[in-house]
């Protein structure tokens, strides 16, 4: 049982092998970091802004000045896609960082003091998991009106609570260890315990779940502006998929493109979370091959 | 006026324009039998148009009930159930003479009385329309069986407009005298002089109407029954067109993007004709209240800045016109020699140069808000390209999306910079123009109000003027004149004279044959059997 915890020294070494064991892992990561350097670079890409009408209206792929071609008021696909990746993997993450903050920060509580703090904070918890996800969101944007802060918030708040869930479980199981009862009986704080103690030793499958959690939050965003909840003054990939809906008959590549970008960036984070998996949780990660 | 009294007497007869309206159809059979499968969307609250006159309802209660008057594509007035008319020398008293054949649906005969209960009670109690203009009225009274005479307050141009079947529909009063009207049970079952009768509603689904037998135009209507159908979901609307399952479609029924590939169908036939009488004008309104949009330079600049050409053909897939000023230019006393905006981004900067407003180090000179209209894509895109538009002379604009609720209290209560309207305009200058423009219509929470603040004294001056006449020359003088202000002073600035797509399956004949379309009764409509 001791060897699950595993000393920092011991998992920084083990750590690339153990990814990179996973092939799939790799190939996400070195396309997530494309549709980084993308995201990064998209101004020098592509200098003027996504939603200038820079070419004819409704050019075909390959054509001269559109590599994607252009949408309905010539709209460059290719610079929206590049701009979009900002706006997807910014929403991505900090609604992931937020998500965690309030998921993790209610379970810890609620693992470490159990008894009614538990059931309170559970309780509260399934209050939001008997609501279907999508529909909380769309009702919490609504209400917000959307902008990039309101559609960051609804997309937090409709997914911290199976990471409240499950920083609760890692809380309770460490909490009844040798080193956790040590550093009680030399007095360290509560505070301490919990940030110190309990919580470096169950950040993986933290971290794992965190990873697919943007995932989900970039499906979220696209699902969110394909609906026409999105910030009006930003370009994402699910606008440009909902905008294009309406003319897919007439025109594949405005919903195709971006459709594909989202596709594979979300792919390749859940093939980035899983490779995460294999090398931060390596008995769990064996028992699921065998 | 009054001094100038000429004996100035319109008058026409019934048999000249039966004569007239023959001439479309006499060169085929006119056969009767048939079915006609028509899209109503959204599904009408209730079917009696004195108490309801949304869109749908209109549609599908125009072929129940009937008005006294009915409009060609010019807006000149064609009797329906008045088979003639006459208007003092004064322009204060109208005579109309009925037609005495008409009978309602239950067998009981239509008279001068039922005008008399109609625009004197039942109308003035639901219907906002109507009780603007019969509150004109000194007295309504029937002179006898079949003729009926409104003796006005005061001479009232647009008053004929009065008389198409939605804005005054003729309700039997041996069945609503001394009820309730909005809850009289009758409403379940209307009753009408119309060629088709309520046969069923199966809610959700569809609206049966059947021949009127007993209809009083000898040998009509053509068509045995129609269906109201409704489909709410916009793509299944234009699936049923593609695979003929409809035969009609009207008004927004087919979203605009749509539209190119409807219009190549062989089996259909597309129509921008009968909406005259609505003729809707699309404009940006602006909050003159707010800087920099106080400065009638700034607007003028906007006007430059927009390229309505590509909105018509990019956004709206080539329908409508661009506007050129506040009337659109179907409408009665459109005038079209008005200062001109074309699509020039030069002349825009040149003027926001002249206000002074330079450009900062981001390339920007203003800031302003744009409230996008929540009616859906097409308004959608029209904010998109605003946007980038007017960023080319260096005005960065912001969007902000709201609901249809969120919409109407902001605007009604002057709380945005920009945003997108459209109204209709129902055939005359006095009653669907001079409201958005006149000052005593600044009324803070009324939307459809003068929500721009605009308050010109000489405009105000030249529509009350004329208002209050019925001689076309000097109406035509005054509102020229308030149009070239308009136009100048850009309280609005204008962007299409909309224009609905009607999709009806050749097969059936003489549907459009006047300026309310769509919501004609349809006693003329036949189908070609192969």
């Known amino acids: 049982m001791t060897a699950a915890v595993i000393t920092p020294s011991r998992k920084g070494s083990g750590f690339w092998a153990a990814f990179a064991r996973n092939k799939g892992a790799v190939i996400g990561l070195v396309f997530l970091t494309l549709v980084i350097l993308m995201a990064v670079f998209a101004d020098l890409l592509f200098p003027t802004s996504p939603w200038d009408m820079t070419t004819i209206p409704f050019q075909p792929p390959l054509s001269e000045d559109a590599l994607l071609g252009s949408d309905t008021l010539g709209r460059d696909i290719a610079s929206g896609i590049a701009h979009g990746a900002r706006v997807s993997l910014l929403i991505g993450l900090t609604s992931t960082a937020v998500a965690v903050l309030i998921g993790v920060l209610l379970g810890a509580v609620a693992g470490f003091y159990g008894g009614r703090v538990d059931d309170a904070v559970m309780r509260f918890t399934e209050l939001f998991q008997t609501i279907p996800n999508f529909v909380l969101a769309v009702v919490l944007v609504a209400i917000f009106t959307p902008s990039l802060a309101s559609i960051v918030l609804a997309i937090a708040i409709v997914s911290w609570p199976p990471l409240a869930r499950l920083a609760r479980g890692e809380f309770m199981s460490l909490r009844s260890r040798e080193f956790v009862q040590a550093a009680v009986t030399t007095g360290q704080s509560n505070l301490t315990i919990i940030w110190r103690q309990i919580l470096p030793n169950s950040l993986s499958p933290i971290i794992v779940s965190a990873s697919l959690m943007v995932a989900t939050a970039i499906l979220l965003e696209s699902s969110l502006s394909f609906l026409g909840l999105g910030d009006p003054n930003l370009m994402s990939w699910g606008y440009m998929v909902g905008a294009a809906r309406t003319v897919i008959r007439q025109a594949w590549w405005m919903s195709f493109f971006p459709g594909i970008a989202i596709l594979l960036t979300v792919l390749a984070l859940n093939l980035v979370g899983e490779g995460l998996n294999d090398a931060l949780n390596p008995k769990l990660a064996r028992k699921g091959r065998a | ?530």
């Open chain 2, 1 to 530: 006026m009054s001094n100038r009294l000429r004996c100035f007497r319109q008058s026409l007869t019934a048999a000249a324009l039966a004569a007239m309206l023959a001439i479309p159809g006499a060169a085929m059979a006119q056969e009767r039998g048939g079915t006609m499968n028509i899209i109503v969307q959204p599904e009408p609250p209730i079917l009696v148009l004195g108490i309801n006159q949304q869109g749908p309802t209109q549609t599908v209660a125009g072929k129940i009930y009937q008005g006294l008057l009915t409009f060609d594509f010019n807006l000149k007035p064609q009797p329906e159930l008045a088979e003639s008319w006459e208007v003092s020398p004064d322009g204060k008293v109208y005579t109309f003479r009925l037609v005495k054949n008409a009978k309602w649906h239950d067998g009981k005969p239509f008279t001068a009385h039922d005008v008399v209960f109609s625009t004197s009670k039942f109308l003035m109690e639901t219907h906002p329309r109507a009780r603007a203009t019969f509150s004109k009225c000194e007295k309504i009274e029937a002179l006898d069986d079949h003729t009926v005479q409104f003796t006005l307050k005061e001479p009232f141009g647009p008053f004929l407009q009065a008389f198409e079947v939605s804005s005054a529909p003729m309700m039997p009063k041996h069945i609503y005298e001394g009820t309730d009207f909005k809850t009289a049970p009758a409403n379940a079952t209307p009753i009408g002089t119309g060629p088709f009768k309520f046969k069923e509603w199966v809610k959700g689904s569809y609206i049966h109407l059947v021949r009127n037998d007993e209809y009083w135009k000898a040998g009509k209507p053509y068509l045995d029954d129609i269906y109201f159908r409704v489909i709410p979901d916009a793509a299944s609307r234009s699936v049923a067109v593609e695979q003929g399952t409809v035969q009609q479609t009207q008004f927004n029924d087919i979203e605009t993007f749509d539209v190119p590939r409807l219009k190549a169908l062989p089996n259909v036939e597309m129509t921008t004709k009968g909406y005259e009488f609505f003729a809707p004008l699309s404009w940006i309104e602006i909050n003159t209240r707010t800087k920099p949009l106080d400065d009638k330079r700034f607007r003028q600049a906007m006007m430059h800045a927009l390229d309505r050409k590509f909105i018509r053909d990019k956004i709206w897939f080539g329908l409508g016109r661009p506007a050129t000023g506040p009337v659109n230019s179907v409408t009665r006393f459109y005038e079209g020699n008005v200062r001109k905006y074309d699509y020039d981004p030069k002349k825009a900067e040149a003027l926001l140069d002249e206000m002074g407003l330079k450009k900062g180090a981001d390339g920007n000179r203003a800031k302003v808000r744009l409230l996008v209209m929540p009616y859906g894509e097409t308004w959608t895109r029209l904010g998109e390209y605003v946007k980038q538009a007017m960023k080319r002379v260096g005005v960065d604009v912001t969007l902000e999306t709201t609901d249809a609720a969120g919409w109407v209290n902001r605007v009604s209560n002057w709380d945005y910079d920009l945003t997108f309207n459209f109204v209709y305009q129902y055939g005359d200058p006095a009653l669907g123009v001079s409201r958005t423009y006149v000052s005593d219509n600044i009324r803070k929470g009324v939307m459809f109000s003068n929500t721009m603040g605009y308050a010109n004294p000489e405009v105000d001056r030249l529509f009350a003027q004329a208002a209050q006449t019925n001689k076309d020359e000097e109406r035509q003088q005054l509102y020229s004149a308030a149009q070239k202000i308009l136009v100048e002073d850009v309280p609005v600035a204008w962007l299409l004279e909309m224009e609905f797509p009607t999709f009806i399956d050749k097969r059936f004949k003489n549907a459009v044959t006047t300026a309310i379309g769509v919501n004609e009764s349809y006693d003329s409509v036949y189908m070609v059997k192969k």
